[in-house]
């Protein structure tokens, strides 16, 4: 753990021990707990440093005219469903 997350350990910490004492929200905050740690992480996230490449990446593809274009919303309805 690096010291940037101390406080927020810190916040996390007072906030329980206030929950604490009260059942009813230890029990929702205990289910609530087991969800978030049974999530699955999300593919699509990426760092800024991910999106900046691809964003290049593509650019570069469409400068190479490497790109689908389509004069209508019709035909890129049927690009869209045949993938």
Same mark, same amino acid.
């Given at each position: ?8 350990? +810190?916040?996390f910490l /007072?906030d !329980?021990?206030?929950i *604490?004492q009260?059942?009813? @929200?230890m /029990?929702r905050a205990i @289910?609530y707990?087991? @969800?978030?740690a *049974?999530e699955?992480?999300?593919p +699509? ?7 900046? *490449?691809k !964003?290049?990446r593509?650019?570069?593809?469409? /400068? ?6 389509? +004069? ?8 869209? /469903?045949? !993938?």
């Amino acid at each position: 753990m690096d010291t940037s997350s101390f406080p927020l350990s +810190t916040d996390f910490l /007072r906030d !329980l021990g206030i929950i *604490a004492q009260d059942e009813s @929200r230890m /029990r929702r905050a205990i @289910r609530y707990i087991k @969800r978030l740690a *049974a999530e699955k992480p999300d593919p +699509t996230l990426m760092s800024k440093e991910e999106f900046s *490449a691809k !964003l290049e990446r593509s650019e570069e593809q469409y /400068r190479q005219g490497k790109y689908k274009a389509f +004069t209508n919303i019709e035909d890129l309805d049927q690009y869209i /469903r045949s !993938l």
